[in-house]
């Protein structure tokens, strides 16, 4: 089920059998010189919605705008500051627990989101409002992803062109992937400095903004990846589900413990 293509009454039963919201979240930002600035909140969106066409779970409005102030030298990359993002995408959930829900999987396709949206998941978890657990695509299927790719690329690269080859073969530039390789980083160590991270921008390691070899992407390798991590997602819903909400509750004091 899309949440906004029902109407109100078939949403309330919904609501009176299930607590469990898939929200997708990515990011509108540079991908390179050859795929689409939506990629990473397109992937979300696809495997949200085939994970809750699979399960019969509701899946939210896409959250299409994350924390990418990384990539800010690049045109058309979109960004809002972490603090306005915890705060959005808390006050969106808490809306979603004004409806009865009490479990949310963020399903999350932008790196830059991860660790806020850990945070609103333990603030919620913390009020005991509601149990919010971020999941990301390719951390789902590391093994898969390894095998698939040489030169995997952590953004820009092929894993994510092959998913838009799968999804939206018609917004990769298939003329460009050697561009995107060649102009790109393709290879990289440690880039730590004595410990230390020394950049804070993609400008700062790669000059057309990503990373690895592209040309390795095929469709077909896409649809193995998206079939995989959609599986994965479908497990998810269903072990979460499955769970008594007092147990996905804050442990009690170690005082208060028998």
Known sequence: ??????????????????????????????????????TDHMIAQALARDAADRTGY????????????????????????APVFRDYVESFSRNLTSHG?????????????VEHLREVGRRLHETETAYAIEWMWDQSIPDLVDDLFEQNGPHGGPKETAMIMHIANELVHDDRLEDARDGGLLEWENMA?????????AADNTNNGVLGDQTDATPEKGRELFEAA???????????????FED???????SERE
């Open 1 to 38: 089920m899309y949440l906004a293509d029902e109407t109100w009454p078939d949403l309330g039963a919904y609501f009176e059998d299930e607590s469990l919201v898939i929200v997708p979240l990515g990011s509108t930002e540079q991908h390179g010189p050859h795929l689409p600035e939506g």
């Open 58 to 81: 509701l899946c939210s409005p896409t959250i299409n705008v994350g924390v990418s102030p990384h990539h800010r030298q690049f045109h058309g990359t979109m960004w809002v500051d």
């Open 101 to 113: 829900v009490d479990r949310i999987v963020y399903v999350n396709a932008h790196g830059g989101n």
């Open 193 to 201: 400095v004595h410990g230390a991270t020394t950049f804070y921008d």
């Open 230 to 244: 959609s599986d994965q997602l479908v497990n998810l819903c269903g072990w979460l589900d499955d769970q008594p």
């Open 248 to 254: 996905l509750m804050p442990e009690p004091h170690v």
